[in-house]
């Protein structure tokens, strides 16, 4: 499980940043909404990034999968969010509902993976 170990401490980094950066240099650069949505998609990726880590750390395929779908869905939930808080174009726009829905089947296989399983 150690790709899954390396997404979910790069997608906390990623989500660190983003929100040093919201409170920081594109304070004065961004409108107040972008800087929420920056926020937002911040720490959806960090509670992300949590899940991952741990998950990272059981065994088995239900939660291999659950944590890729996690990780993958916040980072394209968030990435979508990123993309048009510092852009202003909405073209990203249709990635945010997909990671959303990505991350919702992460949680819900989740829920029935084992917690160690061998």
Known sequence: MRPLNIAAALSGLVALG?????SHPLRDALALA????IELAAFVQLGAACAGLALA???????LIAGA?????AA???????AIS????????MLAPVGGSALIIGWA??????????
């Open 69 to 73: 779908l996690i990780l993958g869905g």
């Open 76 to 82: 394209l939930f968030a990435g979508a969010l990123y």
């Open 86 to 93: 510092l852009t202003g174009s909405h073209a990203f726009a």
């Open 34 to 37: 972008d800087l929420e949505r």
């Open 109 to 118: 296989a989740l829920a029935f993976a084992k917690p160690s399983q061998s």
């Open 57 to 63: 750390n059981r065994s088995g395929r239900l939660n």
């Open 18 to 22: 983003f929100l040093v950066a919201a």
